[in-house]
């Protein structure tokens, strides 16, 4: 059975601190690892990771995958308020499979000030 | 922008009601997904489409049903609402054929069932 645990369930930081966010997945015939940032509304995407050992940056935000041992890291530094949120680690499968995506049961961060 | 339009943001319904949750969406998608989400659980995947008239079952498909006539249009069903139900419904589409399975989602249905 498809399924992606994402650790720790939920997480308070201080505005400044660093924080790693995990996610393993076991995927049938995976092609991508994606994070997904939910506030209180539906999901917006933050990265697609299809190759080990690549990261992904966007600002603070960084992203790496490692096919082998079937996990994922996202990393947030000198974190905001406004990163409060929770974090989605979701594993897609091929196209010929429909695509589908199996989420994790996310990590709930909450940044203080 | 891809937009993933859901009909309602807030439901209320009453136990035993049939239920319809539509989902639009403007860029041609050929997967569409219904998730429900529930604290603690994540999002759970209810039912996905590939393609018109085409369906598979998801994690929990049980009390549910759906149904995709049009391309843009997928829709979930709960055929006689219950209490266990209640939760946040979740409407995405994806283009996996570009080779991306980013999925974009609606705003999402708060369902209440008493």
């Known amino acids: 059975e498809d399924k992606v645990v994402q650790s720790p369930l939920s997480l308070v930081v201080h505005e400044g601190d660093t924080v790693t966010l995990n996610c393993s997945y076991e995927?049938?015939?995976?092609?991508?690892l994606l994070w997904y940032k939910q506030e209180k509304k539906a999901p917006t995407f933050l990265f697609m990771l299809t190759s080990s050992g690549i990261e992904k940056k966007s600002g603070r935000l960084s992203s790496i995958l490692d096919k082998k041992e079937l996990f994922s890291i996202l990393n947030i530094t000198a974190t905001q308020t406004g990163d409060s949120a929770v974090y989605l680690c979701a594993g897609g499968g091929l196209y010929n499979q429909g695509g589908k995506l199996i989420f994790g049961q996310g990590t709930e961060l909450s940044v203080k000030p | 922008d891809v937009k993933v339009t859901q009909s309602s943001r807030y439901l209320v319904k009453r136990t035993g009601e049939k239920v319809f949750l539509e989902c639009v969406q403007d860029m041609d998608h050929e997967n569409m997904f219904w998730y429900r989400q529930d604290p603690g659980l994540g999002l759970r995947l209810i039912y996905f489409?590939?393609?018109?008239?085409?369906?598979e079952k998801g994690d929990i498909p049980e009390g549910y049903s759906v149904s995709r006539e049009k391309k843009e249009r997928f829709s979930l069903i709960l055929e006689s609402a219950s209490t266990n139900q209640t939760s946040m419904y979740l409407c995405a589409s994806s283009q996996p054929r570009t080779g991306n399975t980013e999925a974009f989602f609606g705003q999402g249905t708060r369902l209440t069932v008493v």
């Open positions: 995927v049938t015939n995976f092609r991508s």
């Open positions: 489409s590939y393609d018109v008239k085409m369906k």
